[in-house]
T-cell receptor, first 116, second 113 residues
């Protein structure tokens, strides 16, 4: 099946620094990728939809200047958490949409961000 | 917007028994309902899905049922095995595809050997 990787799997940073998370579709091209945030024992909350070659579409309440998304190629999307604060600590998950007839979302393993 | 509720949040069953996880949705326009399995260190994987024109779908030990009138759908796992232990998420979409999913809060399933 299709594989989506995320890097890093775990990151700890100091408050005020920026952190970049990469999401790659390894064996298929994805014009659309999604970024989710998951709190403990909570569902995946969609943050933004990333479209290759165009600006991301952010969900209501998500600060686009804080969560910068770049989808520069058909296999890579990045999420940069700028000026991170402890309340940004969370589990961030990306997914890539395979439009090869099945239109299925394939999820990455997630990135655990801890902001001290 | 769509709201999806999932129950129970945790479920423990003995190996070989059946497990049932239930979800309700609020938007009657929802027409696509996938179920995902999330294992530690791995990406969530689609295990089964159902569209609104079908009432039931089965794939080996896994089945999903949909009641459009009541706006609820359920995941059934029969003959559970320890490797079925994971977090399961239901989701709903009004697009007929995986393009715009609203997720339930997840169920931690533990299959006891």
């Amino acid at each position: 099946g299709a594989v989506v990787s995320q890097h890093p799997s775990r990151v700890i940073c100091k408050s005020g620094t920026s952190v970049k998370i990469e999401c790659r579709s390894l064996d298929f091209q994805a014009t659309t990728m999604f970024w989710y945030r998951q709190f403990p024992k909570k569902s995946l909350m969609l943050m933004a939809t990333s479209n290759e070659g165009s600006k991301a579409t952010y969900e209501q309440g998500v600060e686009k200047d804080k969560f910068l998304i770049n989808h520069a190629s058909l296999t890579l999307s990045t999420l940069t958490v700028t000026s991170a604060h402890p309340e940004d600590s969370s589990f961030y998950i990306c997914s890539a949409l395979s439009g090869s007839g099945t239109d299925t979302q394939y999820f990455g393993p997630g990135t655990r961000l801890t902001v001290l | 917007g769509e709201n999806v509720e999932q129950h129970p949040s945790t479920l423990s069953v003995q190996e070989g028994d059946s497990a049932v996880i239930k979800c309700t949705y609020s938007d009657s326009a929802s027409n696509y309902f996938p179920w995902y399995k999330q294992e530690l260190g791995k990406g969530s994987q689609l295990i089964i899905d159902i569209r609104s024109n079908v009432g039931e779908k089965k794939d080996q030990r896994i089945a999903v049922t949909l009641n459009k009138t009541a706006k609820h759908f359920s995941l059934h796992i029969t003959e559970t095995q320890p490797e079925d232990s994971a977090v399961y998420f239901c989701a709903a979409s009004i697009t007929g595809s995986a393009r715009q999913l609203t997720f339930g809060s997840g169920t931690q399933l533990t299959v006891l050997p």
